[in-house]
């Protein structure tokens, strides 16, 4: 089962969701997806979708999916790592109106350089990272947020 959780931002990730819905619909993804798609207005036809689950349920989702599917934000990857799940993360962007600013992208670049998730930076090629992360060797996660925080200070000063 592949579970998908976009967080509680009052922003929509349609991109996200339309993406999924043509993969379902063309046969390209067979899983059984749930999602949580929070402020979106798209509504998926193709898999089973809620505006907002309960952190509870979040959690027991997440524990017994085979794939997390998530935006960029630090609390839904960490919690996908901590139960030591492939995560493929879809940044949001400023450009889609996904977020305010494309913070998204520079907590997803620290992640994958520490060779924890699977990223897919353009929506065409989810598909492909959703196939990639099933064989990903991703290295193990120890919960230390100062040092996160510190290599996420240092990665957002050298884009600088």
């Not at 349920?57 to 996908?80: A, E, N, P, V």
């Not at 305010?100 to 699977?118: G, L, P, R």
Request: charged share 30%; with cysteine.
């Amino acid at each position: 089962m592949i579970f998908v959780t976009v967080g509680t931002q009052r922003f929509q990730f349609n991109r996200l969701f339309k993406e999924l819905d043509r993969l379902v619909e063309n046969n390209y993804i067979k899983d059984k997806i749930i999602a949580q798609i929070g402020y979106s207005d798209y509504i998926p036809q193709n898999f089973q979708s809620y505006k907002m689950i309960s952190q509870e349920k979040i959690s027991r989702l997440m524990q017994k999916c085979d794939l997390l599917i998530t935006h960029g934000g630090t609390s839904s990857i960490i919690q996908g790592l901590k139960l030591d799940k492939p995560v493929v993360t879809v940044p949001r962007l400023k450009e889609f109106n996904e977020h305010i600013d494309d913070h998204q992208i520079e907590i997803c670049k620290v992640f994958e350089s520490k060779n924890y998730i699977t990223v897919s930076w353009e929506i065409e090629h989810l598909f492909d990272k959703i196939n990639e992360s099933k064989n990903f060797k991703k290295e193990q996660y120890f919960s230390e947020p100062t040092l996160l925080i510190n290599d996420i200070k240092k990665f957002i000063n050298q884009e600088k």
